[in-house]
């Protein structure tokens, strides 16, 4: 009997930490779940005017966006405002609780 519940106890630690937020996301190369990064991760979404000339003073912020695909959404959406092709100039910083936490690239 000792042994089952060591059991249970056991796999209900093992199992709070695979599903919690902070498991990491090897795809991602995040510290985050890959739940966490593609549906609720909250992030600024940043475009680098001249990405080319490699000045970080060249960002500017265009939004925030929630989840991976509302964050691509966005900077399609945005490219498409300024009349722009699409290119590699835009940066998304991963937010939790209002502290910057990952800079992601797409």
Do not use: P, T
């Amino acid at each position: 009997m000792g042994k089952v519940i060591l059991l249970l106890v056991v796999g209900y630690f093992v199992y709070q930490y695979l599903s919690r937020d902070e498991s990491g996301c090897d795809k991602y190369a995040s510290k985050y779940s890959c739940d966490y990064v593609e549906n609720k991760a909250s992030y600024d979404v940043y475009y680098w005017h001249n990405v080319e000339r490699g000045n970080a003073n060249d960002e500017e912020i265009i939004g925030s966006a929630l989840g991976l695909k509302s964050r691509k959404n966005f900077a399609v959406n945005y490219v498409k405002s300024i009349d722009s092709r699409w290119n590699r100039s835009y940066i998304y910083i991963l937010k939790k609780d209002d502290v910057n936490m990952e800079k992601h690239r797409l």
